[in-house]
């Protein structure tokens, strides 16, 4: 389907290529994983093979046509880009219509044609309704819908997955999955590790290398055998990740639920076995697993973090700095926030959970003490958000999705504000800052626009901005959205680190591996909480003989499904997801 | 609360400063819309074409045609018409903005001592210019057939040989730059205060720190004043520059005193950035506080008496003239620029804008608040 012979693409001389020597080839009938994380030159990849760039060195095949010299393969090409071009004022139908006219397709076959898809993608019951109101997952299906219109031999398809909860991912994944088995050729490209371990073949990259290509458990049977599950009591599960880390026979460790999960470095089963550990089960390997080790394991020296400022938290492992109580949020009369309640000790990970907009925003933006709920009571570090929600802002440190910073401000600059807004001064702002240029490493940095740093060293900049003025609780939404999986891991080492020194954190994800490191999950859809346990609890929940060992996942979709039968409504994620919509709306 | 208050100046001025884009934004293009409005927004006319249907065979006929001729800073080409269809070709196809009609009897009636008759026809699809060139002609004209009279002995005394003495006072040259360069800096200025404040919260809510701000102790109160300051600053130092351009660049006169437009400056500009932060607590994205910017401009200009007197605005819509604070500022530049006004012409000028200033800043931060939620 698309044969790449030693290309490479770069864009400026001076940098280094989007593609370096990529040499693959893609079959039909199956789904090809290109996974890595941002910037690693997936859309580069796709776009040369859709024809939409040229390759500065070597030679591409698509569909038997090289594409300097015809396009006429694009006719049998469907290309999604990751902002599908929806037209928000029209209907999902007229939509459909409009493209199917670009596409040059004759009315009578592209009638049938929008038909099946319709029912192919479930979205027949929505025809009329404007693509601006559908929700993320749906709007990902018509994209897909449009772009399928022309019957295509071959997909490439630009991060569908992203942005959309698990269950619309799912289904997204199913319609693929059908057109597979007719023998199309598909490209999937996904920054989630969990997502190409289901893929035919991967193709993985890293800073414009290939990394792997071929079948996905020929990638984890490189760690087969190096991967184990420690037991561990749990309040001691932060440290010792941090301190196996250390050994250099270990190439990755990290919390799995109530266990450690460590990776050790070839030759390893003796190596695993002189870990100072307690007792430790074989578990099979994952993706990410070998992911990591391909890139080297997780670098030793930022594994610690020195604490800021030399006062003495007061530390009391019991003490509950956010309570939050019968919390109520309703915008007109559309209840986004239906009586939640938690409590949230120092020394804490708390994750927030659940589809697009099914309140967890909503929540997270009352205890931050953005919106005032409209009935409940909610409290952080003791100050009650009702009275004095400047005071308890201060108490807060928030991180953003979207690692918000001020671009063409140093990042000294950067730390120099929100350390003064948030009180801090002289001395004690200066001795702030350069705790956080030292311990996120940040030095080399600092006197460089924010604008220019690479994403990985944006989210650590957010995250010391953050926590630069020693915050109760820390919040952070979506914080290691399309970053690599090595700063991840290094930013949760971070986390970790900042809740043993007694701050409590509230996390929202979409990464479901990532809520495996937090101590406590809630679940919440339509604005209530439908679960709320430790990780392996809510795993438990789950479990049946047919399925012993599920993964958080699963867990959570068997969740939504359960909770949507109890509730006696057909749990159609799509109408559910959309007054997820109106919520955020009106947040906004 | 001061020192967050002046963190988040230093803030906005850095990220306004430090982009060198927005800097650009900033000071480059008042500047240059300052030269190009006060040479394009002329009520002169030059240049434009003059057609003349001349019937008329004999020598006086030629001699007015010569100095119709002998203007060409006015009137750039001469296009001769020898038919009605022509005549109506040359105005239709605005070729030329008057046409003067020479009648066949001009020279006889004229060396008869009569008083000749003219026709002019005017483009009235260019009103103003064709108003001025009306006068123009008819000046001319006047003056040509006066002269011819002179050599003849007098007949008649006539009223058209009463000549009426005009002196201007303020403007002696009757300069139309003079009377619209002040105000056009009173239009820039208050357009660089309007798009530095409404752009700075809606620049913040698309990059998404503006969340990251009201997270933060900040309070609704500090951010607007933190966004109105930094606007505050800069438009008044653009203003500053401006003044000096006008006297130095066009030779515009300064004769009334400097305090007094600082201090009108002042009170003008607190208006705007208050209805700046009005069009920033509502718009989403920078490209809507641009049109809200933008929408609320051509109004104010218009109704501001730049162009046209506000005596002129029809009754019903002229209580707008009195609300927009540009009106005011663009009056007090005109006279301090060219006259030398005393307190009590200024104050009934200054006064309106307090009570517009202490209102759309009261009332954007009331809206501000209330947005948030």
Request: aromatic share 8%; net charge neutral; glycine share 6%.
């Given at each position: 389907?698309?044969?790449?012979?030693?290309?490479?693409?770069?864009?400026?001389?001076?940098?280094?290529?989007?593609?370096?020597?990529?040499?693959?080839?893609?079959?039909?009938?199956?789904?090809?994983?290109?996974?890595?994380?941002?910037?690693?030159?997936?859309?580069?990849?796709?776009?040369?093979?859709?024809?939409?760039?040229?390759?500065?060195?070597?030679?591409?095949?698509?569909?038997?046509?090289?594409?300097?010299?015809?396009?006429?393969?694009?006719?049998?090409?469907?290309?999604?880009?990751?902002?599908?071009?929806?037209?928000?004022?029209?209907?999902?139908?007229?939509?459909?219509?409009?493209?199917?006219?670009?596409?040059?397709?004759?009315?009578?076959?592209?009638?049938?044609?929008?038909?099946?898809l319709l029912s192919f993608t479930g979205l027949e019951p929505f025809t009329g309704r404007l693509a601006g109101h559908l929700s993320g997952g749906m709007k990902q299906k018509l994209g897909l819908a449009c772009s399928m219109l022309v019957r295509p031999k071959l997909m490439l398809l630009d991060e569908p997955g992203v942005g959309v909860d698990p269950i619309s991912r799912r289904e997204l994944w199913k319609i693929v999955c059908e057109q597979r088995d007719q023998g199309v050729g598909i490209v999937w490209s996904t920054p989630y590790l969990d997502e190409a371990e289901r893929c035919d073949?991967?193709?993985?990259?890293?800073?414009?290398?290939?990394?792997?290509?071929?079948?996905?458990?020929?990638?984890?049977?490189?760690?087969?055998?190096?991967?184990?599950?420690?037991?561990?009591?749990?309040?001691?599960?932060?440290?010792?990740?941090?301190?196996?880390?250390?050994?250099?026979?270990?190439?990755?460790?990290?919390?799995q639920g109530q266990r450690v999960r460590v990776v050790v470095r070839e030759n390893g089963e003796d190596a695993g076995k002189k870990l100072p550990g307690l007792r430790r089960v074989t578990t099979d390997p994952r993706f990410e697993d070998a992911f990591i080790d391909a890139l080297g394991g997780i670098p030793k020296e930022r594994v610690t973090f020195r604490r800021n400022g030399n006062h003495e938290a007061v530390v009391n492992g019991r003490e509950e700095v956010v309570v939050a109580d019968g919390l109520v949020k309703k915008f007109g009369h559309f209840t986004a926030v239906d009586h939640?309640?938690?409590?949230?000790?120092?020394?804490?990970?708390?994750?927030?959970?659940?589809?697009?907009?099914?309140?967890?925003?909503?929540?997270?933006?009352?205890?931050?003490?953005?919106?005032?709920?409209?009935?409940?009571?909610?409290?952080?570090?003791?100050?009650?958000?009702?009275?004095?929600?400047?005071?308890?802002?201060?108490?807060?440190?928030?991180?953003?999705?979207?690692?918000?910073?001020?671009?063409?401000?140093?990042?000294?600059?950067?730390?120099?504000?929100?350390?003064?807004?948030?009180?801090?001064?002289?001395?004690?702002?200066?001795?702030?800052?350069?705790?956080?240029?030292?311990?996120?490493?940040?030095?080399?940095?600092?006197?460089?626009?924010?604008?220019?740093?690479?994403?990985?060293?944006?989210?650590?900049?957010?995250?010391?901005?953050?926590?630069?003025?020693?915050?109760?609780?820390?919040?952070?939404?979506?914080?290691?959205?399309?970053?690599?999986?090595?700063?991840?891991?290094?930013?949760?080492?971070?986390?970790?680190?900042?809740?043993?020194?007694?701050?409590?954190?509230?996390?929202?994800?979409?990464?479901?591996?990532?809520?495996?490191?937090?101590?406590?999950?809630?679940?919440?859809?339509?604005?209530?909480?439908?679960?709320?346990?430790?990780?392996?609890?809510?795993?438990?929940?789950?479990?049946?003989?047919?399925?012993?060992?599920?993964?958080?996942?699963?867990?959570?979709?068997?969740?939504?499904?359960?909770?949507?039968?109890?509730?006696?409504?057909?749990?159609?994620?799509?109408?559910?997801?959309?007054?997820?919509?109106?919520?955020?709306?009106?947040?906004? | 609360?001061?020192?967050?208050?002046?963190?988040?100046?230093?803030?906005?001025?850095?990220?306004?400063?430090?982009?060198?884009?927005?800097?650009?934004?900033?000071?480059?293009?008042?500047?240059?819309?300052?030269?190009?409005?006060?040479?394009?927004?002329?009520?002169?006319?030059?240049?434009?074409?003059?057609?003349?249907?001349?019937?008329?065979?004999?020598?006086?006929?030629?001699?007015?045609?010569?100095?119709?001729?002998?203007?060409?800073?006015?009137?750039?080409?001469?296009?001769?018409?020898?038919?009605?269809?022509?005549?109506?070709?040359?105005?239709?196809?605005?070729?030329?903005?008057?046409?003067?009609?020479?009648?066949?009897?001009?020279?006889?009636?004229?060396?008869?001592?009569?008083?000749?008759?003219?026709?002019?026809?005017?483009?009235?699809?260019?009103?103003?210019?064709?108003?001025?060139?009306?006068?123009?002609?008819?000046?001319?004209?006047?003056?040509?057939?006066?002269?011819?009279?002179?050599?003849?002995?007098?007949?008649?005394?006539?009223?058209?040989?009463?000549?009426?003495?005009?002196?201007?006072?303020?403007?002696?040259?009757?300069?139309?730059?003079?009377?619209?360069?002040?105000?056009?800096?009173?239009?820039?200025?208050?357009?660089?205060?309007?798009?530095?404040?409404?752009?700075?919260?809606?620049?913040?809510?698309?990059?998404?720190?503006?969340?990251?701000?009201?997270?933060?102790?900040?309070?609704?109160?500090?951010?607007?004043?933190?966004?109105?300051?930094?606007?505050?600053?800069?438009?008044?130092?653009?203003?500053?520059?401006?003044?000096?351009?006008?006297?130095?660049?066009?030779?515009?006169?300064?004769?009334?005193?400097?305090?007094?437009?600082?201090?009108?400056?002042?009170?003008?500009?607190?208006?705007?950035?208050?209805?700046?932060?009005?069009?920033?607590?509502?718009?989403?994205?920078?490209?809507?506080?641009?049109?809200?910017?933008?929408?609320?401009?051509?109004?104010?200009?218009?109704?501001?008496?730049?162009?046209?007197?506000?005596?002129?605005?029809?009754?019903?819509?002229?209580?707008?003239?009195?609300?927009?604070?540009?009106?005011?500022?663009?009056?007090?530049?005109?006279?301090?620029?060219?006259?030398?006004?005393?307190?009590?012409?200024?104050?009934?000028?200054?006064?309106?804008?307090?009570?517009?200033?202490?209102?759309?800043?009261?009332?954007?931060?009331?809206?501000?608040?209330?947005?948030?939620?």
């Open positions: 389907m698309i044969r790449f012979d030693h290309v490479t693409k770069r864009f400026s001389p001076k940098q280094r290529p989007a593609l370096r020597d990529v040499t693959v080839e893609i079959l039909a009938g199956a789904i090809t994983g290109l996974v890595g994380p941002d910037g690693a030159g997936k859309t580069t990849f796709l776009r040369l093979a859709a024809g939409l760039l040229m390759a500065t060195e070597g030679r591409i095949l698509v569909l038997g046509e090289d594409p300097r010299e015809s396009l006429n393969f694009r006719d049998h090409l469907s290309y999604m880009p990751q902002k599908f071009g929806l037209y928000e004022d029209l209907t999902v139908l007229e939509n459909l219509q409009l493209y199917a006219r670009l596409r040059g397709i004759p009315q009578a076959e592209s009638q049938e044609n929008i038909k099946r073949y991967v193709l993985v990259l890293y800073e414009g290398q290939v990394l792997f290509f071929g079948q996905p458990s020929e990638f984890t049977a490189r760690v087969k055998g190096r991967t184990f599950l420690a037991d561990v009591p749990p309040h001691e599960r932060r440290h010792v990740v941090r301190q196996w880390l250390e050994d250099p026979r270990v190439v990755d460790t990290r919390i939640v309640s938690f409590r949230v000790r120092r020394g804490e990970v708390f994750g927030l959970l659940g589809p697009n907009g099914a309140g967890k925003s909503t929540t997270f933006r009352m205890l931050c003490g953005l919106l005032a709920p409209t009935e409940g009571r909610a409290t952080v570090a003791g100050v009650d958000l009702r009275k004095a929600r400047a005071e308890a802002r201060r108490h807060v440190g928030y991180m953003a999705q979207k690692f918000s910073l001020y671009g063409n401000l140093t990042v000294k600059q950067n730390l120099q504000f929100f350390g003064g807004v948030y009180g801090l001064r002289g001395d004690n702002l200066r001795n702030a800052i350069d705790w956080a240029l030292e311990e996120l490493e940040l030095k080399p940095f600092a006197d460089q626009n924010t604008i220019q740093l690479p994403l990985g060293f944006k989210q650590r900049l957010a995250l010391a901005c953050a926590i630069i003025h020693r915050p109760d609780v820390v919040f952070l939404d979506e914080p290691t959205s399309g970053v690599d999986p090595l700063a991840r891991r290094e930013f949760w080492l971070r986390i970790d680190q900042l809740v043993e020194q007694g701050a409590a954190v509230i996390v929202t994800t979409h990464f479901m591996d990532e809520a495996e490191y937090c101590d406590h999950l809630a679940l919440i859809n339509r604005g209530r909480i439908i679960a709320m346990d430790t990780p392996d609890a809510v795993r438990a929940m789950v479990q049946s003989p047919e399925h012993p060992n599920p993964t958080l996942e699963e867990a959570f979709i068997e969740l939504l499904i359960r909770f949507g039968e109890q509730e006696g409504v057909e749990t159609n994620p799509n109408t559910l997801l959309n007054d997820e919509k109106r919520s955020e709306e009106k947040t906004k | 609360m001061l020192e967050r208050i002046r963190r988040l100046v230093i803030k906005e001025f850095l990220a306004i400063f430090r982009d060198p884009a927005s800097r650009m934004v900033v000071i480059v293009p008042p500047l240059v819309q300052l030269l190009v409005f006060s040479f394009a927004a002329t009520l002169e006319v030059r240049n434009a074409g003059l057609g003349i249907y001349n019937e008329d065979v004999g020598v006086l006929g030629r001699e007015l045609v010569a100095r119709f001729e002998a203007i060409p800073v006015t009137f750039s080409r001469v296009i001769s018409c020898s038919n009605d269809q022509e005549v109506r070709e040359v105005l239709d196809s605005q070729q030329a903005l008057a046409i003067v009609h020479i009648p066949q009897d001009f020279s006889r009636s004229l060396e008869s001592g009569q008083i000749p008759v003219v026709q002019v026809l005017l483009d009235g699809r260019l009103s103003n210019a064709s108003m001025v060139v009306q006068a123009y002609i008819g000046r001319i004209v006047r003056q040509f057939v006066q002269e011819r009279q002179l050599n003849m002995p007098p007949r008649h005394s006539s009223v058209d040989q009463i000549v009426p003495v005009t002196r201007v006072w303020f403007n002696e040259n009757t300069s139309p730059m003079w009377s619209s360069v002040p105000a056009l800096l009173a239009i820039l200025t208050n357009l660089v205060a309007l798009l530095v404040t409404s752009l700075s919260v809606a620049r913040e809510r698309e990059l998404g720190t503006f969340d990251q701000l009201l997270v933060s102790p900040l309070r609704p109160a500090e951010i607007l004043i933190g966004k109105a300051v930094p606007a505050f600053v800069i438009a008044y130092l653009e203003g500053g520059l401006m003044v000096g351009a006008v006297i130095i660049v066009f030779g515009i006169p300064f004769r009334g005193s400097l305090v007094l437009l600082a201090m009108a400056m002042f009170v003008f500009l607190l208006a705007i950035v208050g209805i700046g932060l009005w069009i920033s607590s509502l718009a989403a994205t920078q490209q809507q506080a641009l049109l809200g910017s933008f929408t609320y401009m051509v109004p104010a200009v218009l109704l501001s008496g730049f162009a046209t007197p506000v005596e002129n605005i029809h009754p019903i819509i002229r209580w707008l003239s009195d609300i927009d604070p540009l009106r005011y500022m663009v009056a007090i530049s005109r006279m301090v620029f060219l006259e030398d006004p005393s307190l009590d012409v200024i104050v009934p000028y200054v006064a309106p804008l307090l009570p517009i200033a202490a209102f759309t800043l009261f009332s954007a931060a009331w809206l501000f608040r209330h947005r948030l939620e």
